[in-house]
């Protein structure tokens, strides 16, 4: 087991990609043991689990997954693990969410971003894979590899300039390794353009001086050198092989701009030094491969160091010591070296496919976009673009089903050929598929519509539909016949129609609009009156709103007055019953002092007052006699038996004397003593009652 510890702990520490031994470790010697382990359990349990899960033994990742999670719940580094192993069941959104939760907590996480920029690249999400490359070299601006692949993702898009910047950080980080200045100067020379030439030609140049024996390097300087001087004859080539083995200094190339020369010096000749170029790197590469048995060029640097040039190193004939004396021999093998190679590299643009043919067959080797090498004369090659391209089919005749012939001017048809399907597609149908699949199939689709649609329909009805239907029939037969190509769009333009229909249909259009310049006016007839009915709609509406207002208006004021009134009437009836509680209190009170004052002695007392101030007084005989009849009158009517008769006429005289004599102070007296004999004559009697139906009242006062 300690051996087996000490071999996992050297696999580790120096990075070795041995998945399969720490597998097969864990399962013979670390599992059945585990829980003898100390704090290097963890560590070794998460070496486990990413060696697991890059041989895909997804059981013991989860065991070890398991393990890790338990002790260490909340950990964002166990997190990052389970989301390796989210990724390695194709669980990506899942993973992808959460390795954005781990970044929230830490921006600085650098692997969770790796792994986030890994997971949109296995989605094919280039850009968004871009963008978080980007965030991460803001924070880690000294990671090459970084650079390196964001360089490597942007060229994948064909951006080209950002491409550079990166592989520029690159050569910030590392200026003396000649691959990069190499792949600097390819990126600048695929860009294409005077400028960017000349930049790449400075970079070729510099990781020839870097590493001398650099082929591909040498062939980017052939390459550059030839773009910039042009297509040289054969002439000039052999003059120029016959100067550079004259000439008896080293002459060297330059970077520098035209009339950059040195006092004294010549100017410089852009054109010339680019042909000098040519014949240096010619050279070189002869000397590599053809002339293998002869010494490498000495040291460049110290040949060909001039204080006239920036960068340069000569057309070195001498430091060939083996070369054949005869120079005409020499200038042969060149020559005929450069057609060789001129006609064995070859250089496929990007956004292309090169398929070659042998013999007239067709190899099965397919090339991507750089430069590559082929048997010259021998075997050639085709590009067949994979980016959108569009073709065109002009003037396309079409019956309609009425027999009028008709003519569509153009058709434009965009379409996308698959890399992967290239060569099936290239072999069944030639590298000019198109013609097969897509011009020969529009004029069929495009009858096939027309034969059973009329000039109107095809015209002027169904003509939006015409691009749909044409592109949809063409990518069902493809699907057939070619997968890998795909239609994007079609783009029909109007078809030609005989003169004479075509004026019927301009003078059609003309009545028709003339009619909907006349249906425009109905309509804004009609909305000048629905805007009028709707003004009045809407002010009678307001009228009627006004008048509701009012009205409720009223109606309140007439509630408030109610409750006014029913207020005033509480009121009222308050005070009413507090008046008639207040009268019949005293009412009350008056009685009771009433009950205790009538004593029947102050009632007698009352009716002597009354009977005194009464003006006339009435009197009556209790015989039945009139008491103001003579006194024999009534005596002899009546006799002498009662002796109260006597008395009341003595009275009465008395009364009637003293009333004529000395006035009303003695008859009040009078009175009372009237009333006081009434009284005790009415007591002593006993006898009937008066009869009073008899008495004559006198008329005449006494």
Request: with cysteine.
């Amino acid at each position: 087991m300690n051996e087996a510890i000490l071999e996992l702990r050297q696999i580790r520490e120096n990075n070795l990609r041995e998945s399969a031994r720490v597998v097969e470790l864990w399962i013979s010697y670390i599992e059945p043991k585990l829980h003898r382990l100390g704090q290097e359990k963890w560590t070794l349990l998460e070496q486990v689990l990413i060696a697991a899960l890059d041989v895909g033994n997804l059981d013991i990742a989860q065991v070890c997954l398991g393990h890790l999670r338990r002790r260490f719940p909340d950990s964002s580094r166990v997190n990052r693990l389970y989301g390796m192993c989210l990724e390695t069941t194709h669980r990506f959104d899942e993973a992808r969410a959460l390795y954005s939760q781990v970044l929230e907590k830490d921006t600085t996480n650098s692997v969770a971003r790796k792994r986030l920029i890994a997971i949109h690249k296995a989605q094919g999400r280039i850009n968004e894979a871009i963008e978080e490359l980007n965030k991460y070299l803001k924070i880690f601006m000294s990671d090459s590899e970084a650079w390196g692949e964001l360089g490597e993702m942007y060229l994948a898009q064909g951006d080209y300039k950002h491409a550079a910047f990166c592989v520029e950080e690159l050569i910030l980080a590392n200026p003396h390794n000649h691959l990069l200045h190499q792949r600097l100067g390819e990126i600048k020379y695929s860009e294409g353009g005077q400028e960017n030439l000349e930049i790449a030609r400075a970079y070729f140049a510099h990781a020839c001086r870097l590493n001398p024996k650099s082929v591909r390097a040498l062939y980017g300087l052939l390459l550059v050198a030839t773009n910039l001087s042009g297509k040289l004859s054969e002439k000039a080539l052999t003059a120029l092989a016959d100067e550079s083995n004259g000439q008896q200094r080293d002459q060297q190339y330059t970077l520098m701009a035209d009339g950059s020369g040195g006092k004294g010096k010549a100017p410089f000749d852009s054109k010339r030094e680019n042909q000098r170029l040519i014949g240096w790197a010619t050279r070189q590469l002869a000397a590599i491969y053809l002339v293998g048995r002869l010494n490498y060029p000495r040291d460049l640097n110290s040949d060909c160091l001039d204080s006239d040039r920036l960068l340069g190193h000569g057309l070195l004939s001498r430091n060939m010591p083996n070369a054949s004396p005869s120079l005409s021999y020499l200038a042969i093998i060149v020559f005929v070296w450069i057609v060789i190679l001129s006609a064995s590299i070859h250089q496929i643009d990007e956004g292309h496919v090169g398929v070659y043919y042998r013999g007239g067959a067709l190899l099965k080797q397919t090339s991507t976009p750089g430069f590559h090498l082929m048997i010259p004369f021998i075997t050639s090659y085709r590009a067949v673009q994979t980016t959108l391209q569009t073709d065109e089919v002009k003037n396309v005749p079409c019956g309609t089903s009425g027999g009028v012939v008709i003519y569509f001017d153009r058709i434009e048809v965009v379409n996308l050929l698959s890399a992967a399907s290239t060569y099936d597609i290239v072999k069944n149908y030639s590298a000019d598929y198109d013609k097969t699949l897509i011009y020969n199939k529009v004029h069929h689709e495009l009858n096939q519509f027309c034969s059973i649609h009329t000039l109107q329909e095809v015209y002027i009805d169904l003509f939006d539909q015409i691009d749909e239907n044409l592109k949809k029939a063409l990518q069902e037969d493809i699907n057939i016949m070619a997968p890998g190509l795909f239609i994007q769009a079609v783009r029909v333009t109007k078809p030609k129609i005989p003169e004479n229909i075509r004026r019927n249909y301009e003078s059609m259009e003309a009545e028709k609009t003339k009619l909907l310049i006349a249906e425009q006016r109905q309509r804004v007839v009609e909305k000048e009156a629905e805007t009028e009915r709707r003004r009045a709609v809407i002010e009678a509406e307001k009228a009627a709103e006004v008048a509701a207002i009012e009205w409720r208006m009223r109606l309140a004021a007439k509630e408030n007055e109610q409750a006014m009134a029913a207020i005033e009437d509480s009121i009222q009836q308050a005070r009413t019953r507090a008046d008639a509680d207040a009268e019949f209190y005293r009412a009350s009170r008056q009685a009771e002092a009433d009950a205790l004052r009538l004593t029947p002695k102050y009632l007698e007392l009352e009716r002597y007052k009354a009977m005194a101030n009464n003006a006339k007084v009435y009197f009556a005989s209790l015989s039945g006699q009139n008491p103001f009849f003579p006194q024999s009158a009534a005596s002899s009517a009546r006799g002498s038996d009662s002796p109260s008769g006597d008395l009341l006429g003595t009275v009465l005289e008395t009364v009637g004397s003293l009333g004529g004599s000395a006035g009303g102070a003695l008859q009040g007296m009078a009175s009372e003593m009237l009333a006081g004999m009434l009284n005790s004559a009415l007591s002593e009697e006993a006898g009937p009652k008066i009869n009073t139906s008899e008495v004559d009242v006198a008329d005449e006062e006494p």
